[in-house]
């Protein structure tokens, strides 16, 4: 039978939420095709982070020292040999610092399609079709990857309860292929950041800054409507990289993912890097002069005006009580 196998990623023993999304992509895919989803959770102890997954038919484990912590050449070792033995149709993977080390070598190493960025994805005959964000978000492409095939999907794009539905799923546990003892690089150190006193996960409110503000010193004026709406503040990655917030305050796929009750995005594009750390807050306000940027996709309100006009105004508003 045709299945479609999803790639779980685990970090410190737990699933993570894009397992969910990519497990509920799959039962979407595979449903109406009849099709079978399998899950592979690779670590060196899969055991526990294998019993979150219950809505795939079947879910493989593999366990070996070599694969936690994540070590990339580990599991594409480990991805090549899963491919190569039960040769599943499709094989997703998230958008994520993993999955970009892992989908294009998967697709390269079994000789599969990879369609990459992925929003939607759909079954049409002998190819798997999707439509990708690509340019920053800027541009939506059609895709038409023959199958068997790879995906890489955005965070996001899928909502994580279809993927937590309960179910009895089979289970098997897989043997490690030879090629992780022989590997040629090893984690030395794992480095995590500093909180530098403040945890954006835990903020109800944040007010993220992005490059739109242009420089440092203005940065004042979005602090003091922070503080006013007692909301953290945050920074989008320019921001953080040109030094004027510190790494901790950073909002995106390479800084911290939120989830706030509410989300003020100002002079923030809308990147797909930066929408997947905070697409997933409970209320989304965006302010940008571009009323086409990508942020506005995401929002649930929006102004399309310069931040250095409505700041001000806003600040005024929320001091009058
Ligand atoms: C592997 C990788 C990881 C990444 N990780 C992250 C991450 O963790 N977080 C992150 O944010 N990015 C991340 N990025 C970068 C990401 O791709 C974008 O480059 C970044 O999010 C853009 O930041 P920005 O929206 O602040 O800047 P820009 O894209 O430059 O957007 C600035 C916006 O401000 C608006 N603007 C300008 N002036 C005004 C004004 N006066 N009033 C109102 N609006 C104004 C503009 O219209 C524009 O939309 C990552 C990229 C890669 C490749």
């Known amino acids: 039978m045709a299945t479609i196998l999803v790639y779980v990623e685990t970090r410190g023993g737990a699933v993570q939420p894009i397992a969910f999304e990519l497990l509920a992509a799959a039962r979407s895919l595979a449903a109406p095709a009849g099709w079978t989803v399998e ?57 994520t610092t993993a999955g970009l080390d892992l989908a294009p070598a ?5 000789g599969r399609t990879l369609a990459a960025y992925c929003r939607t994805l ?33 965070p996001g794009a899928f909502a994580e309860d279809a993927g937590r539905i309960a179910g009895s799923p089979e289970r098997i546990v897989l043997p490690a292929p030879a090629t992780l003892g022989a590997l040629k690089t090893r984690v030395l150190e794992e480095l995590f950041p500093e909180a530098g006193g403040v945890d954006l996960t835990q903020a109800s409110r944040i007010l993220c800054v992005g490059r739109g503000i242009g420089e440092a010193a203005k940065i004042a004026g979005a602090a003091e409507v922070a503080e006013l709406l007692g909301a953290e503040l945050a920074g989008s990655r320019p921001v953080i990289d040109a030094g004027w917030m510190p790494k901790a305050r950073q909002v995106g796929k390479s800084g911290t993912k939120v989830r706030p009750k509410l989300y003020v995005a100002v002079g923030v594009s809308g990147a797909p890097e930066h929408l997947e750390g905070m697409a997933k807050s409970d209320l989304i306000v965006a302010i940008n ?20 006009d409505l700041l001000p105004a806003l600040a005024d508003r929320l001091r009058a009580g």
């Open 39 to 95: 899950a592979l959770v690779c670590a060196a102890d899969p055991a526990a982070p294998a019993v979150e997954i219950t809505a795939a038919d079947c879910v493989l484990t593999m366990a070996h020292p070599a694969l936690s912590p994540y070590l990339p050449e580990a599991h594409a070792a480990a991805l090549q040999a899963v491919v190569d033995e039960r040769q599943p149709d499709v094989v997703l993977f998230g958008y």
């Open 106 to 110: 998967t697709a390269g190493r079994t």
């Open 122 to 154: 759909a079954l049409d005959g002998g190819a798997l079709t999707a439509s990708a964000q690509v340019y920053g978000g800027k541009l939506i492409a059609g895709i038409e990857a023959p199958l068997p095939a790879v995906a890489c999907v955005m």
């Open 289 to 308: 002069s571009d009323a086409r940027a990508p942020i506005f996709g995401a929002a649930h309100f929006g102004a399309a005006i310069d931040l250095f």
